[in-house]
Protein backbone atom coordinates (compact mmCIF):
# COMPACT_ATOMS: atom_id res chain seq x y z
CA UNK A 1 0.00 0.00 0.00
CA UNK A 2 1.11 3.46 -1.18
CA UNK A 3 1.57 5.99 1.49
CA UNK A 4 -1.11 7.93 3.33
CA UNK A 5 -2.23 11.18 1.93
CA UNK A 6 -1.39 14.24 3.21
CA UNK A 7 -3.56 17.25 2.14
CA UNK A 8 -0.72 19.49 3.54
CA UNK A 9 1.34 18.54 0.41
CA UNK A 10 -0.71 19.77 -2.11
CA UNK A 11 -1.97 23.04 0.05
CA UNK A 12 -1.37 25.84 -1.26
CA UNK A 13 -0.47 25.01 -4.76
CA UNK A 14 -2.74 27.12 -7.59
CA UNK A 15 -3.91 23.67 -9.29
CA UNK A 16 -4.11 20.14 -8.40
CA UNK A 17 -5.65 17.68 -10.01
CA UNK A 18 -6.33 13.73 -8.67
CA UNK A 19 -6.76 10.51 -10.55
CA UNK A 20 -8.15 8.07 -8.69
CA UNK A 21 -7.49 4.35 -9.77
CA UNK A 22 -9.45 1.33 -8.58
CA UNK A 23 -11.29 -1.50 -9.88
CA UNK A 24 -14.04 -1.07 -7.08
CA UNK A 25 -16.55 1.30 -8.75
CA UNK A 26 -17.62 2.30 -4.85
CA UNK A 27 -14.32 2.15 -3.23
CA UNK A 28 -13.18 5.25 -6.35
CA UNK A 29 -16.74 6.99 -5.41
CA UNK A 30 -15.81 7.16 -1.82
CA UNK A 31 -12.30 8.45 -2.29
CA UNK A 32 -13.81 11.13 -4.75
CA UNK A 33 -16.21 11.98 -2.15
CA UNK A 34 -13.56 12.56 0.52
CA UNK A 35 -10.93 14.29 -1.52
CA UNK A 36 -14.08 16.84 -2.56
CA UNK A 37 -14.91 17.92 0.83
CA UNK A 38 -11.42 18.12 2.00
CA UNK A 39 -10.02 19.89 -0.96
CA UNK A 40 -12.71 22.38 -2.81
CA UNK A 41 -12.56 22.84 -6.42
CA UNK A 42 -10.58 20.36 -6.69
CA UNK A 43 -10.84 18.31 -10.08
CA UNK A 44 -10.91 14.80 -9.45
CA UNK A 45 -11.13 12.16 -12.53
CA UNK A 46 -11.69 8.14 -12.09
CA UNK A 47 -10.39 5.02 -13.68
CA UNK A 48 -11.20 1.70 -13.50
CA UNK A 49 -7.71 -0.33 -14.42
CA UNK A 50 -4.19 0.66 -15.61
CA UNK A 51 -5.38 1.23 -19.11
CA UNK A 52 -8.39 3.98 -18.27
CA UNK A 53 -5.83 5.53 -16.03
CA UNK A 54 -3.25 5.16 -18.81
CA UNK A 55 -5.22 7.15 -21.16
CA UNK A 56 -6.59 9.67 -18.49
CA UNK A 57 -3.59 10.81 -17.62
CA UNK A 58 -2.12 12.09 -21.03
CA UNK A 59 -4.87 14.14 -20.95
CA UNK A 60 -5.63 15.26 -17.94
CA UNK A 61 -2.17 15.32 -16.42
CA UNK A 62 -3.06 15.12 -12.30
CA UNK A 63 -0.29 15.89 -10.01
CA UNK A 64 -1.46 13.00 -7.63
CA UNK A 65 -2.47 9.57 -8.56
CA UNK A 66 -4.13 7.58 -5.88
CA UNK A 67 -4.67 3.89 -6.45
Given at each position: ??K??D ?5 G ?10 D?P ?19 KL ?5 Q?Y ?10 V??
Amino acid sequence: MGKEFDERSVQGTDKCDLLIVDDEPNFRLGLEGYFKQKMAGIKIKLAEDGKQAYKSVSKFRPCVVKH
